[in-house]
């Protein structure tokens, strides 16, 4: 699923962290790369061009170019604005309230899955639905049997007639539930292969008889952008509630889930994942986002970064460290701005370093005892710990309220640490690698 566009994505996310810093030029190439993928994943030119802006906007500004680690921040842009064109939230259907009967009628071309749709759907539903299926599609021979089986497997209702007029059989759908108390009825109807006038007529009909709650376009996610269209065509005639896209399983672009809610103003609702009546989910976009760019752990990161690190202090920070005068003041408001990102082991799990550092965990008792000793120096000493002796360390102990050999083991983390910093000096994903050390050292 989404496998080549999360591949292409993938690649150009590579070569831009192999630069060690991002220069507009890096920018404007991998913008481009990213294009020319979404075009290659059929998504509608019209939305390519307006993501394409808005990711060139925001990627060229100060807060990435500038930051610690710009590419993380460049993913997160293209992230956040992926999420933005699939429409940032998941809507949810309508149904009405207790007493009365909700109606959700399904409709779309041909084999594009209503029929095994309905039947997730009313399975999701029947947790607190009592839910009737009910097939009015008139036209294929085995579609009612079909419908009247998978009701069977999944323990719903089903009704339907034996004559060939689908109106009729709307009709007296919704006095059969009323008369055995259903809840929500789900109606599936016929597909034909392309958009036409008599399908359009039935549909309107079905559509007055029974007043559905929700109209839902179904699709198959295989269809790429041309489905714009059909939407459209659809729309107009019927105004529909949302789409449920089929297939995602199989091997989709993505230009389908990429293009619809920009190009129709609908929003996609559901997604089919396989044949199973259970392979059926919300539509989430940040999940697709993420299943799009595979960088779910870095997204994360570079927010929980965002809210708590005062980047003027951190970019302070970088070019001291560079001149290689990093001092114990400086690991002190490094540590606070770690306690500000939370528990300091799930910040540390989203890290690429991650696989490296398995064994080492990370005690959170010894981060505020590290932080009680550093504020139990004086400034002079904090500058040069060099000059803190015997006496010093016994002072800085009792003043914090541990003892000597953890003043010792500190001191001793510290100065491995510098020579750390010495090794990274020119990388400029400085954050990471100083987390990294952190954990590295058991603080
Ligand atoms: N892999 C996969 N197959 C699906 C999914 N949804 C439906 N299918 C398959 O797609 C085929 C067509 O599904 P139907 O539910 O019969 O489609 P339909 O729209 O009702 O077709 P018509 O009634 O002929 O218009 C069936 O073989 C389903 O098993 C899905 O999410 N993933
Ligand atoms: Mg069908």
């Known amino acids: 699923m989404l496998d080549k566009i999360t591949s292409r994505f993938e690649g150009i996310f590579k070569t831009l962290s192999r630069q060690n810093r991002l220069s507009e030029k890096n920018i404007q190439d991998g913008v481009r790369e990213i294009k020319l993928a979404l075009l290659e994943a059929d998504v509608n030119y019209k939305v390519v061009k307006d993501f394409i802006k808005l990711v060139e906007e925001e990627a060229l500004g100060e807060k990435v170019l500038k930051s610690i680690s710009p590419t993380d921040q460049f993913i997160k842009v293209v992230h956040d604005k992926l999420v933005d064109i699939m429409g940032s939230h998941s809507d949810e259907i309508q149904l009405k309230k207790r007493g009365e009967i909700s109606v959700i009628l ?28 009910v097939s009015a599609d008139t036209y294929r021979p085995a579609a009612k049997d079909q419908l009247k089986i998978l009701a069977g497997q999944t323990g719903l209702g089903f009704f339907t007639e034996d004559h060939n007029d689908p109106i009729k059989i709307c009709k007296n759908a919704l006095k ?63 105004n529909i509630n949302g789409i449920i896209l089929t297939k995602f399983d199989s091997d989709t672009r993505g230009g389908a889930a990429l293009s619809i809610k920009k190009t129709t103003g609908k929003s996609i609702k559901f997604i089919g994942t396989g044949e199973k009546i259970e392979n059926f989910e919300k539509f ?25 690190i005062d980047v003027e202090e951190a970019i302070k920070t970088q070019k001291k460290l560079l001149k290689s005068k990093f001092d114990l003041d400086d690991f002190l408001s490094q540590i606070q701005q770690l306690k500000k990102m939370g528990p300091l082991q799930s910040i540390l799990d989203m890290l690429p370093i991650k696989g490296q550092m398995k064994d080492q965990s990370v005690d959170e008792k010894n981060l505020l005892h590290t932080e009680a000793i550093i504020l139990s120096m004086t400034p002079k000493e904090r500058k040069n710990f060099r000059i803190i002796n015997g006496n010093r360390r016994r002072r800085i102990s009792l003043g914090s309220g ?8 500190l001191l001793k983390q510290f100065e491995s640490m510098q020579k750390m910093m010495q090794k990274v000096k020119k990388n400029p994903r400085f954050l990471q690698n100083m987390l990294g050390g952190m954990k590295g050292m058991n603080l």
């Open 176 to 238: 059969y539930a009323k008369d055995y108390e259903y809840h929500a009825i789900i109606l599936d109807t016929a597909g034909r292969l392309q958009v036409d006038e008599p399908l359009m007529v039935e549909l309107e009909k079905i559509k007055k008889i029974t007043e559905p709650d929700e109209i839902l376009f179904v699709s198959d996610a295989m269809a790429g952008q041309n489905v714009v269209d059909v939407v459209k065509s659809f729309d107009h005639r019927l």
């Open 106 to 133: 399904f409709v779309g071309l041909q084999g594009s899955g209503k029929t095994t749709t309905c039947a997730k759907l009313g399975n999701l539903l029947k947790v607190n639905q009592k839910v009737l299926l």
């Open 402 to 409: 541990t003892t000597i050999q953890e003043v010792n083991r």
């Open 284 to 308: 989430y976009p940040e999940r697709v986002a993420g299943r799009i760019l595979g960088k779910g752990d870095i997204i994360s990161f570079v927010e929980k970064a965002q809210a708590a």
